[in-house]
């Protein structure tokens, strides 16, 4: 009986970990998106949108996949270990997401190094490195999706569907105004190399 109920709140503690962490990573990455458009000028948004909250919003979700491995490992009745925690298609229980959730893991650990180290790699490595934090995102949300024993309810195809939509709408904006620039680029070189050209046949005509 007692490793009954052991096994209820261990299981309810990973599965809330898990989701208050995946919850917490989307935000995290719908704030980065939104300072990255420049979304959060007065004039649109509060000024709580600012890198504190999203480095803070990060902090937190780390503290949550702690909370929710850790669950995972000592509930008695999965009995996982470390193995199937760390290693990928280890694990006998859904090996396929249970694999997604490990390296989404690590690759966070390796942008959390990258933010740590960034005054010796530079802004501009640790800026074209951040861009796995979406790969995170995603390989958080298809481990939720097929190794999470809650994805069928409602209430959690809600959340995936609103957080998979907002971050990929807010990621095609980005796209779009980092396209921006190089058309821009793209006129200016394609006026100057006609203005060239009209220079060119202009030339002989004077001459003569």
């Known amino acids: 009986m007692t490793t009954t109920i052991w096994s209820s709140v261990t299981?309810?503690?990973a599965s809330a970990g898990g989701f208050t962490a995946y919850i917490l990573l989307s935000l995290a990455v719908i704030v980065?998106?939104?300072l990255s458009l420049q979304l959060q000028s007065p004039s649109r948004w509060p000024r709580l949108i600012n890198s504190e909250m999203h480095n803070f919003l990060t902090l937190l979700s780390l503290i949550f996949i702690v909370i929710h491995v850790l669950a995972v490992w000592i509930d008695p009745y999965t009995k996982f270990g470390w193995s199937a925690i760390l290693v990928p298609f280890v694990?006998?229980?859904r090996p396929l997401g249970m694999a997604m959730g490990i390296v989404a893991l690590y690759?966070?650990?390796a942008v959390g190094i990258s933010t740590w180290i960034r005054p010796y790699i530079g802004y501009k490595?640790?800026?074209?490195?951040?861009?796995?934090t979406l790969g995170v995102f995603a390989l958080a949300a298809l481990h939720g999706i097929v190794a999470g024993s809650n994805s069928t309810n409602i209430w959690a195809i809600g959340m995936y569907i609103v957080s998979i939509s907002t971050v990929s709408v807010l990621f095609i904006m980005r796209l779009r105004k980092?396209?921006?620039?190089?058309?821009h680029q793209a006129v200016q070189a394609g006026n100057a190399n006609r203005a060239r050209e009209q220079g060119q046949l202009m030339t002989p005509a004077r001459s003569r």
């Open 11 to 13: 299981w309810a503690v």
């Open 32 to 34: 980065g998106l939104a």
């Open 91 to 93: 694990s006998t229980y």
């Open 107 to 109: 690759l966070g650990i």
């Open 125 to 132: 490595v640790w800026r074209s490195f951040h861009i796995v």
């Open 178 to 183: 980092s396209a921006q620039p190089k058309r």
